[in-house]
C-alpha cells in the first residue's frame, strides 16, 4: 500500500479559527468546503479549496505556528498580479536577509522562477511560486 497512491492534504495549526477563518477566507479568498469540530469547538476546522478540490486543513490547536518552515505552495501563472492581489487584501510579502527581493518581495528562485512568502496570524509560512 503506497502512499503515493492516495491524495495528500496539508494541515495548517491555528491558535484561534475565527481569526483564521478572517485570513484565509477574507484575505487569501479561499472557499471553505467543509467545517468540522476541533479541540473541543464545534466548528474549530475547516477544509479549504483550492485548485478545483480539498487543499487544505486549518484547525484550531495550541500546537499553531511552532514550525518556521514553508508549509504549503500555491504554484501559480502569473506570481506578480498575485502578489499584488495579496498585498491590496492586507497580506504582508515576508522577506528575508539571505535571499534578494524585487520591489514587490519577490525572489528569484533557485533554478529558475520566482518565489515570495507570506505568513498567516499564527506566523505559519506560505509561498506563492511560478515557474517564470
Known amino acids: 500500500m503506497p502512499l503515493g497512491d492516495f491524495p495528500l492534504r496539508p494541515s495548517i495549526a491555528v491558535s484561534d479559527i475565527g481569526r483564521a477563518v ?3 477566507e477574507g484575505r487569501l479568498g479561499l472557499e471553505a468546503l467543509r467545517t ?3 479541540a473541543g469547538i464545534p466548528e474549530g476546522s475547516r477544509v479549504y479549496g483550492s485548485g478545483g478540490g480539498p487543499a ?3 484547525y484550531q490547536s495550541e500546537t499553531a505556528g511552532k514550525s518556521p518552515a514553508t508549509l ?3 504554484y501559480v501563472d502569473d506570481i506578480d498580479q498575485v502578489v499584488d492581489e495579496l498585498t491590496a487584501n492586507g497580506v504582508e510579502i515576508v522577506r528575508y536577509d539571505e535571499f534578494e527581493h524585487d520591489a514587490k518581495g519577490i525572489t528569484p528562485r533557485a ?3 520566482r518565489i515570495a512568502w507570506f505568513q498567516d496570524p499564527d506566523g505559519n509560512t506560505f509561498a506563492v511560486e511560478a515557474d517564470v
Do not use: K, M, Q, R
Request: charged content about 15%; aromatic content about 20%.
Open 111 to 113: 533554478g529558475g522562477g
Open 22 to 24: 478572517e485570513f484565509y
Open 72 to 74: 504549503a505552495t500555491w
Open 36 to 38: 468540522e469540530p476541533s
Open 56 to 58: 487544505l486543513n486549518v
